[in-house]
């Protein structure tokens, strides 16, 4: 699934695909926690500029991700041939969300590989924006595998979920609205699977005001992006974690390289700590995530995120897609608070 990922876009490509994100998505809000701050301020010692969090409310986005601002790029990006050929893509739900969805608004059939045990309401998204879905394997590496199989007997296009050109671009706009709502934002955080979206975000960003620091946050046990970095380039990994849609079986070469250039830091957390930011936010900010979505939030709450006093500092919500029969399991699994320091 590699051939295609040559090329690293660029800030012009960005905002090449800002139009199309404009007119078929929506501009998610920047919600505001007091509450956060203060457990930030209590783990690090660190004050939040105006002691409220700022969080991108992404998981608000339409299919409940980010997903669609890659999917509508990509998809816009076919050729005529390929669009009768129809498209595939591997996911562990939302991007498979995202592409089913940009594919049934654009014409383009639309095939999507997930594990056998994908979340079941991620799988009826699919099949409700009428994609076919192959369920196959323990986890997306297993899918992986499937997906070139199908690929080859079908002629199928791959749309990549994380590690093409114009996924990276689509994604950057997110970058770029935070730079419209926040101007004076000095710091990102971002959770990170293949590294599609931090990818982007890095670029908008960096390449806008380089003075921006941008941090990644993977689990413990899917952590693809930092061993591509201590490795120099990507390496296959076993994604084990509560954080289905973090589990990337390889980071991304184009995210990889952007990362080279641009990321200021990388940590790992442990599900119990992501879990336990997915419970902040229903408890504290009345909002939904997944534990995908959570992550970010998670690693601030712990004191895991390096920050200056007076920072002004954004987290994003990167996704929502929970299914209800799971959701108060979860809650349930989530300690009370966020460990200070957890690792």
Request: glycine letters at 12%; charged letters at 20%; one cysteine or more.
């Given at each position: 699934m590699t051939e295609?990922?040559?090329?690293?876009?660029?800030?012009?490509?960005?905002?090449?695909?800002?139009?199309?994100?404009?007119?078929?998505?929506?501009?998610?809000p920047i919600l505001s926690s007091a509450t956060a701050a203060e457990r930030i301020a209590a783990s690090s010692g660190?004050?939040?500029?105006?002691?409220?969090?700022?969080?991108?409310?992404?998981?608000?986005?339409?299919?409940?991700?980010?997903?669609?601002?890659?999917?509508?790029?990509?998809i816009a990006a076919l050729t005529a041939e390929e669009r009768t050929r129809g498209a595939i893509t591997l996911s562990a739900g939302n991007a498979g969300q995202a592409y089913a969805w940009a594919g049934r608004e654009a014409g383009v059939p639309v095939?999507?590989?997930?594990?056998?045990?994908?979340v079941r309401?991620?799988?009826?998204?699919?099949?409700?924006?009428?994609?076919?879905?192959?369920?196959?394997?323990?986890?997306?590496?297993?899918?992986?595998?499937r997906l070139e199989e199908?690929?080859?007997?079908?002629?199928?296009?791959?749309?990549?979920?994380?590690?093409?050109?114009?996924?990276?671009?689509?994604?950057g706009t997110l970058g770029l609205e935070i730079l419209d709502d926040v101007p004076d934002v000095d710091v990102?955080?971002?959770?990170?699977?293949?590294?599609?979206?931090?990818?982007?975000v890095m670029l908008a960003l960096k390449e806008t005001r380089p003075s921006i620091r941008v941090y990644a946050v993977e689990p413990e046990t899917a952590d693809a992006l930092a061993l591509a970095l201590e490795h120099g380039e990507p390496v296959p990994v076993d994604p084990r974690s509560v954080a289905d849609g973090l589990g990337a079986p390889i980071a991304g070469r184009i995210a990889t390289e952007i990362a080279k250039r641009y990321l200021d830091g990388i940590v790992r957390?442990?599900?119990?700590?992501?879990?336990?930011?997915?419970?902040?936010?229903?408890?504290?900010?009345?909002?939904?995530?997944?534990?995908?979505?959570a992550a970010a939030l998670a690693a601030l709450l712990a004191g895991r995120i390096p920050l200056r006093d007076g920072d002004r500092v954004v987290a994003i919500l990167s996704g929502g897609n929970v299914a209800v029969e799971r959701l108060g399991e979860l809650l349930d699994r989530a300690p009370e608070s966020v460990p200070n320091g957890a690792r």
């Open positions: 295609t990922t040559t090329g690293i876009p660029t800030l012009a490509d960005v905002r090449a695909a800002q139009p199309l994100i404009r007119e078929r998505l929506h501009h998610t660190v004050e939040i500029r105006d002691g409220r969090l700022l969080l991108k409310a992404e998981h608000l986005q339409k299919t409940g991700s980010f997903k669609p601002r890659a999917a509508l790029t990509r095939t999507v590989v997930m594990p056998a045990a994908a309401a991620k799988v009826d998204a699919c099949l409700g924006y009428g994609a076919e879905v192959v369920l196959y394997g323990e986890h997306v590496g297993d899918s992986l595998r199908i690929r080859a007997e079908r002629g199928l296009v791959l749309v990549h979920p994380y590690d093409q050109p114009e996924v990276i671009a689509g994604n990102v955080v971002v959770a990170v699977g293949g590294g599609g979206l931090i990818g982007g957390i442990d599900d119990a700590t992501i879990l336990a930011g997915m419970r902040f936010a229903a408890e504290r900010l009345k909002q939904v995530l997944e534990p995908a979505g």
